[in-house]
C-alpha cells in the first residue's frame, strides 16, 4: 500500500513559485509530525520543513521566509508553498513523518532556473 506521494513539482525561473502536496496514508498521518525534505544527487537527503500536529512549525534557515509548510487534516495532506525560490533549491523533494519512519515515495522533481 503506497503511504506518501508527492505531487506538484517543475521547472520554475528564479524568484518564481511552488506548491507541492503530499498525500499521506491515514495511519501515518494520524498524530504525527510530518515534514518536508529534498535531496541532490551525491548527497546526503537534508530537512526542509516539520509542522506538528496542532500545527506548529519550524524551518531550515536556508528555506526561514521563503517556505511555508500547512496540512489539511481532513484531507491527509501536507503541503509546501515554496516562494522566493532559488536555483539552490533545485532538488527532489519527499515528504516523511519527522522520524522518517513511513517509506519513501517517489519525491517529486523541482528544478529552478537563473
Known amino acids: 500500500q503506497v503511504q506518501l506521494v508527492e505531487s506538484g513539482g517543475g521547472l520554475v525561473q528564479s524568484g518564481g513559485s511552488l506548491r507541492l502536496s503530499c498525500a499521506v496514508s491515514?495511519?501515518?498521518?494520524?498524530?504525527?509530525?510530518m515534514a518536508w525534505y529534498r535531496q541532490t544527487p551525491g548527497a546526503l537527503r537534508e530537512y526542509v520543513a516539520l509542522?506538528?500536529?496542532?500545527?506548529?512549525?519550524n524551518y531550515a534557515d536556508s528555506v526561514k521566509g521563503r517556505f511555508t509548510i500547512s496540512r489539511d487534516i481532513a484531507k491527509n495532506m501536507v503541503y509546501l508553498q515554496m516562494n522566493s525560490l532559488k536555483v539552490e533549491d533545485t532538488a527532489v523533494y519527499y515528504c516523511?513523518?519527522?522520524?522518517?519512519?513511513?517509506?519513501w515515495g517517489q519525491g517529486t522533481q523541482v528544478t529552478v532556473s537563473s
Open positions: 516523511n513523518t519527522i522520524t522518517r519512519s513511513a517509506r
Open positions: 491515514e495511519s501515518i498521518f494520524n498524530g504525527a509530525t
Open positions: 509542522i506538528m500536529n496542532r500545527g506548529g512549525t
